[in-house]
């Protein structure tokens, strides 16, 4: 089955706890991104990968890392998390950059306490 | 940069009525306006889009419609049913091809 696939589904963390959100696509897909989704502010882009080995900030990029090692995954690294990172996270993939359907996974419910 | 806002927040209505989201952008340039929905606990689905050379699509129930010149797309759905409750965004890409996602429209359709 063609799916975005991301972990842990929900986790609760600690101030400054290092941690990371896994994302893999099974579908080929070059361009891969995360979001972040609050209330009343809809989905706003952190980073996106358009290839291996290319990454790009987002509309609001601080306090993430990325990395593209590979096609199929796309991590969401939290250095030192703060409370304003508690989000609701999304990764998502397309074919293509641009004007092209994305797809995303399930998302992960992260709280920083 | 592109700017999209999504009107209402929240909408109501009952099963079979017909319901109505809409969208303004700020880049005249843009050429590509998906809309998603969103249902409980998953992530956002591709439900139509349109592209700036036509000014209506349809599929089935939904329909999207475009102004270029007015710079507003509105997602029309009839005869809604209890599955179509959802949080639906509509979005538009800026002059990089990031598509910027309005702020969600909380669909509820009363049985």
């Known amino acids: 089955e063609a799916q975005v696939t991301q972990n842990p589904r929900y986790l609760i963390t600690v101030t400054g706890k290092k941690l990371t959100v896994t994302c893999s696509q099974n579908m080929n897909h070059e361009y891969m991104s995360w979001y972040r989704q609050d209330p009343g502010l809809g989905l706003r882009q952190i980073y996106y990968s358009m290839n291996v080995e290319v990454t790009d900030k987002g509309d609001v990029p601080e306090g993430y890392k990325v990395s593209r090692k590979e096609k199929r995954n796309f991590p969401l690294i939290l250095e030192s998390p703060s409370p304003n990172q508690t989000s609701l996270y999304f990764c998502?993939?397309?074919?293509?950059?641009?004007?092209?359907?994305?797809?995303f996974g399930p998302g992960t419910r992260l709280t920083v306490l | 940069g592109e700017n999209v806002e999504q009107h209402p927040s929240t909408l109501s209505v009952q099963e079979g009525d017909s319901a109505v989201i809409k969208c303004t952008y700020s880049d005249s340039a843009s050429n590509y306006f998906p809309w998603y929905k969103q249902e409980l606990g998953k992530g956002p689905q591709l439900i139509i889009d349109?592209?700036?050379?036509?000014g209506e699509k349809k599929d089935q129930r939904i329909a999207v419609t475009l102004n270029k010149t007015a710079k507003h797309f509105s997602l029309h759905i009839t005869e809604t049913q209890p599955e179509d409750s959802a949080v639906y965004f509509c979005a538009a890409p800026d002059s990089s091809y990031k598509l910027i996602f309005g702020s969600g429209t909380r669909l509820l359709v009363r049985p």
């Open positions: 998502a993939s397309s074919l293509y950059g641009g004007p092209n359907e994305q797809f």
């Open positions: 349109i592209r700036s050379n036509v």
